[in-house]
Every structure is written in C-alpha cells, then in structure tokens.
C-alpha cells in the first residue's frame, strides 16, 4: 500500500520491516502491474504510480508553500503584537473630524502630499489609517500615517501593501509564500504546489479508502498512528492517519489558492465570468465605464496620487453620505479621485465574518451617488469565492481560523516529510527505493484509459503546471523504463 496523504509525500508498497526494495534505475524484476492481475486494481496502482511521483517530485515545493503559510497564518497576530504602538491610541477623547486628522498627517509629511486612502479609526482604541503615495515605494505599497483620531497624534510611519493595507512583517512573509522574494517568477512555485497539492490529496485519499476496504484488522491505525509500530510501519501510520485528517483542509487551500496563480487563476477567473459568477465591480468613472474592486484587489493595486489635493474636509463628507447608502460597518476605505472625472469610493473593507464589502462611489462635485456594490446582491459562485479567500488568508474568523490554518499546513508539512522518510527507508543499499511499476494502463477497459486520458486533457488545460508536470511525469518513467530494459539480463 503506498502513502496516503493528501498534501505530499512520495509513496510506495508497504513491505516488512527492512526488506529492500529494487533501485529506481536498476530493477532487475519483471514489471509488476495491474496486467498480471487482469483489469481489477488497475485505478488504484494509477493512483499509487501518480501519488509517488507527484509526492517525490512536487514535493518540496508543497513543503515551502505549507511552512511559509503556516508562517503568513499568525501574520495578523503578529502584526497586533509587532505594531502595537502604531494601532492603539492612547487617547480617550472623541474622535475628531477626519479632517483634522488628515490635516496632521499631511502636515507630518510635508510638502504638497495628499492622501489616496484613508481608513478611519475602526474602533475606539484604535487609530487611523492615512495613506499617501511614495515614489520611493514599490508597486502596491503607500506610506501609511498612524493618526490618534482622538488627539490627532501621529502614533507611526510604516509602509503598508494592497488594499489588505498588509504592514511590513506581513508583507515580507506575504511575499515569502507567494513567490520566494523572486518576483513574478517566483509565483510559479507557489502555482506548482497549489495546482498539485489537490490532486496528490486526493489521490491518498482514494488510496486511503482502499486501504480501509482490504483491511479487516488494523483500521483504527488508518485514523490514528499505532505507537507501538516503529521503522516503515510506524511511519506510514502517521502519515495515513495525519493525511485522512487534513485531506479537506488540503483540497480547500489548493483550490483556494489556485484562485491567486498567474495562469490558473486567469482561467478560472475566466470560467466564472463564463457562468455568471463574477463578482460585481464598481464603476467609478462618471461618464463612462471603468470598475474596480474584485476579491483578489488585496494583492495589490497600484497606488496613484490624486491629480490635485483632495480637501479634508470632503472625507468626512462622502463618508457620511455612504453611511446613509450601505456604509455600515467601522472598517471602511475611503479613497478620492484618482485622475478627472472619477468618483471618490467608501468601500467597507471588513474581510471577518460577517463579510461587510459593499462600496459607494460619490461625485465629489455635487455629492450624489454614482453607483453602489452590495455584498447581498453578489452571485453565490462570487460570495463563496469571497468566503474562501478570506478563510485561506485566515481573516474570516480571527484567531480560530489563523490557528486551524496554521495546524493544517504544518500538517502537510509533515505529511510530505514522512514520505520522504518513508521512501528512504525503503531504499536498497544504494541508490532510490523503487517507483510503484510502471504499465498501470495496460490492464485499464477502454473506457478507463479513454477516462484517464480526458481527466489528463481537461486537467492540463485549467491547472497548465499540472499538464508540464505530467509531460515531464511520462517522459521520465519512459526514460526510466528503456534504461531499466537495456541494463535487464538479457539471458
């Protein structure tokens, strides 16, 4: 039986204790697949052939991504603990009006600087937020002001990311799990590991099943490890019972984080529209069509100054105004013009549950409404989308949800590990423990390869890493196999 989790490891038979099994290139043994058993079994040695080389290959990979989102999963604690000084005010006045408070951040500053965004104090005890544009600043990020809303203090001066507003630690680990501080081509690792990351789950959960059908004795070592068990056995006990725990959890952020990938998450963006479940943009431009807003904005969204300098006063304005339209929660972005003839935006920016994401927009001329977004009236394909990003970033139920998510990835961290130290243990005296053999098809109905190669199609052409690593998952199992069949006694 091979391994059996989701999120990573590579797999193998299970075999006693000590036996060694024959070297990844030398296999002197005969091809040991489902034909020499007719067709029966030929789905599950699929499963356990994909499972190993999607674990021994990918593997490492899925590794980075689950210790660095373990890591991104307490950000938002630690951002409290880190930036206590810049998030608390100390103050127990009422709150000014938020021109006065800009007023101070602007004069702080210095120069002509304007703000692009301003986030007013959420609650009593916290500050608020007055962000300007740097050109010292990279794509995304502005310098955010930390303002006393009750003394108008300035409490902090630190450089925030996107419109999550993502404070350094955040942003540096943020960076770290999407693309390895690399940049753009950073962000095909992280598309590796999410693309597979699923399907590897559900490949070791299917061989799990399995494995609970031919067992009649030593089920309950399938959901929770035998510690009596040592060497192989005991590591494949851990790992099959740690993986049917996190098998969901793994699925959901692989098809979570599908959702953020450059060229995944484009087509899968593209299917939604396709049936109707985009989520409804925002149209700020006031005589023509130009929305904004979506659920990925979070990432980024370049920060551009204001063509001119955005009176104080009007913050307090078009806040109120939104207010009496949909605007009803403490969290709230309020972000003025951004060149001619666009409208100031109030955009609740409340990402815990309930989910709070309607938005106005405002002509700042004769202060009417231009055009609203109400989370009520998103389509359900937009909401859940909207849901699992916000749980996938641990946002969506505060501190339960960063600590579930942070148990889960260290989960298949050490899911993919086990595997690991599962294939060592199987290895020969020299060189790699043996694949699962090769020639799963061969024993498949028609309709099972037919199956099999639509699934590989299908796949391929939404999850495009998924379809190379296949590619390459072939052409190396050829590889391996002439070279086995020209070092094979001849005799």
């Not at 999607?54 to 630690?78: E, M, Q, R």
């Not at 965004?117 to 990020?141: I, Q």
């Not at 962000?187 to 059908?213: D, F, K, N, Q, T």
């Not at 109905?445 to 299908?458: D, E």
């Amino acid at each position: 039986m091979t391994t059996t989790h989701p999120g990573a490891g590579p797999a193998a038979d299970e075999a006693p204790e000590g036996a060694a099994s024959p070297s990844l290139v030398h296999d002197p043994s005969p091809p040991r697949g489902p034909d020499a058993r007719g067709a029966k079994g030929w789905f599950t040695a699929l499963l356990r052939r994909l499972h190993f080389f999607a674990g021994v290959l990918v593997g490492p990979f899925i590794l980075v991504a689950a210790l660095s989102g373990a890591l991104y999963a307490i950000t938002p604690t630690l951002d409290r603990i880190v930036y206590a000084h810049e998030l608390t005010a100390p103050s127990t006045a009422a709150p000014l009006p938020l021109a006065d408070q800009i007023v101070a951040a602007e004069q702080y500053v210095g120069g002509d600087a304007s703000p692009v965004a301003v986030r007013p104090a959420p609650e009593p005890g916290a500050t608020t937020r007055v962000m300007f544009a740097d050109p010292n600043l990279g794509a995304s990020e502005t310098r955010a002001i930390f303002v006393d809303p009750g003394s108008a203090e300035i409490r902090g001066d630190l450089t925030a990311y996107g419109t999550s507003g993502a404070l350094p630690v955040r942003t540096w680990v943020s960076d770290l799990h999407r693309n390895l501080h690399l940049g753009e081509p950073g962000r095909w690792y992280s598309e590796l590991a999410a693309s597979w990351l699923g399907i590897v789950a559900l490949a070791g959960l299917g061989l799990w099943i399995g494995r609970m059908r031919r067992s009649r004795r030593g089920r309950a070592d399938l959901v929770r490890p035998n510690r009596t068990h040592t060497g192989y056995r005991g590591l494949f006990g851990w790992h099959a019972s740690i993986g049917v725990w996190v098998v969901l959890g793994a699925v959901f952020l692989s098809a979570t984080g599908i959702t953020w990938s450059a060229f995944a998450g484009a087509h899968v963006a593209d299917l939604r529209a396709a049936v109707g479940g985009g989520t409804p943009s925002l149209n700020t431009t006031l005589d023509g069509d130009a929305p904004v807003g979506g659920e990925h904005s979070h990432h980024g969204g370049a920060a551009a100054a204001p063509t001119g300098a955005a009176n104080p006063a009007t913050f307090d304005a078009v806040l109120a105004i939104a207010q009496r339209i949909n605007v009803n929660t403490g969290q709230v972005e309020i972000t003025p013009p951004a060149a001619p003839g666009k409208a100031w935006v109030v955009q609740e920016i409340q990402r815990s549950f309930p989910t709070e994401v309607d938005a106005v927009a405002i002509d700042g001329s004769t202060m009417q409404v231009t055009d609203r977004v109400d989370f009520a009236d998103f389509p359900l394909l937009a909401k859940l989308s909207r849901w699992g990003i916000d749980t996938h970033m641990g946002s969506m139920f505060g501190l339960a949800n960063q600590l579930v998510l942070f148990v889960l990835a260290l989960g298949i961290a050490s899911l993919v590990v086990l595997g690991y130290a599962m294939w060592w243990r199987r290895r020969p005296t020299r060189g790699f423990a043996a694949a699962p053999a090769r020639g799963v098809l061969r024993g498949a109905p028609w309709w099972g390869i037919g199956l099999v190669l639509l699934g590989a199609v299908a796949l391929g052409s939404l999850l495009p890493f998924v379809g190379y690593t296949l590619a390459a998952f072939v052409v190396l199992d050829v590889t391996l196999g002439l070279a086995q069949r020209r070092r094979a006694p001849t005799g």
